[in-house]
């Protein structure tokens, strides 16, 4: 029996054009990119064509592309480590004397997350509220979009990070990251604080003289987006969107398990410990006026945010994802949105008392502002519960999930979808189908039949 796969955005399949251009670098060129010799060049040269192909295509520098072992670990260097460098340059600094609380900051920090994050974020933003960080969660609406104005209210001098998820994984919910964006810098403006004359030199402006030194308050919060969903469908330059920090990961764009990456804005001179620049040098503040410290230290690699031998194989096929990715998206965000509309209408004649949990597919109700992307459809089968009707779909041959994978095997109520002001009982009576670049019609209409069959 054929299977039929619709759990896209949980991972996707090695495009084979990925595999190819991995191969090499398994056993032939196998140096250590950190090593002098001529294998060691070799390797480093792989990795510096990929990183600087995924830069051009993110419209970034060569040296804010931080390889990670996965978007988790790239979300938790975001987190984690814009904490670590508030802590140790920022209001939060031991160093100014002033009392501590018991976690060891100065002042308490607050990190700003939208209540619809993944996990990867969710968790470790909990995780830190633990440490004594004051998390601070964002409503969304009924579609799922974040509540910038509660944002805009959040924002105070203790904000390190803001931590809001490009598209939503579950519901598929495209949020406002350039509005966003457009109310930190605002903040950032009326917050901005004019270096003290002690800092300047007699006869430079105040300009210059925060230009020389930096003020890690005149750039807090920083802002971090989890665009892992969004890059296959969306353009995700960050310069454009406004964002200083953002994580892809490339198994959700055809590429290998186990490879993220975090864009980190200036992230030339920061971090400790960086071979590229050497310690004295990385201790400053950088010229966006903030540091992030890595999460894991040692050789210094990845210009000192995230020590650890790079996988050259995962990241030469991230870079080819990412260009195979960069070139199909127009076609097919069009092609992938038609399917799922077809198969929402196709299941709605199976089961009519099904609903959407988000009106993605066209209907006069999305005529509001809210978007979506194409391939995901999120649906609650009343009175049906979620983890049986997964595990019949299975036996029949189809694969789908109920949201999150890391949630699949808990059996949890999704948070996302009871954060859209559902009951726990709808989330667990919820699924999402999702649809990628091998799904046509024929297997839509094959998993239709499996789906009648699993309801007669
Ligand atoms: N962020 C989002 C939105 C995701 O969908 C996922 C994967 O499910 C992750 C982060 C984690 O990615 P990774 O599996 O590379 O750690």
Known sequence: MKKIYLDYAATTPVDPRVVRVMQP????????PSSLHYFGQQALSVVDASREAIAGTLKADFREIVFTGSATEANNLALRGALLGYRVWGLGSRKKKLALNPSGYTLTPRIIISAIEHESVRETAYDLAREGVEVVEIPVDR????????LEVALDERTVLVSIIYANNEIGTIQPIAEISKIIRNFHDESRVPPSSRFRRAGTSPAEGE???????????????DAVQAFQFLDCAPAELGVDLMTISAHKMY???????????????????SRAIGKRESKTLNPSGYTLDPILTGGGQEFGLRSGTENVPLIAG???AIEITASVRPRESVRIKKLRDYFW??????VPQAELNVPCVNSSENALAAQFLPHILNVYFPGVSAEHLITKLDILGVAVSSGS????RALEASHVIQALGFSKDRALQSIRFSFGRPTTRTFLDAALKKIKTAFA
Not at 25 to 32: A, E, M, P, R, V
Not at 143 to 150: A, F, I, N, Q, T
Not at 214 to 219: I, L, V
Not at 405 to 408: D, F, G, L, T
């Open 143 to 150: 579609y799922g979009v974040v509540d910038v104005k509660k």
């Open 405 to 408: 994978a890391c949630r699949s």
């Open 211 to 225: 230009a020389r030194h930096g003020r890690q308050e005149s750039r807090m919060p920083l802002l971090h987006t």
């Open 25 to 32: 670098y398994f056993s032939d060129t196998f140096g250590n």
């Open 345 to 350: 209408a196709g299941l709605k004649k199976i």
């Open 318 to 320: 991230f870079a080819k």
């Open 255 to 273: 590429g290998p398990k186990g490879i993220g990456t975090l864009y980190a804005k200036g992230s030339r001179v920061s971090g400790i410990g």
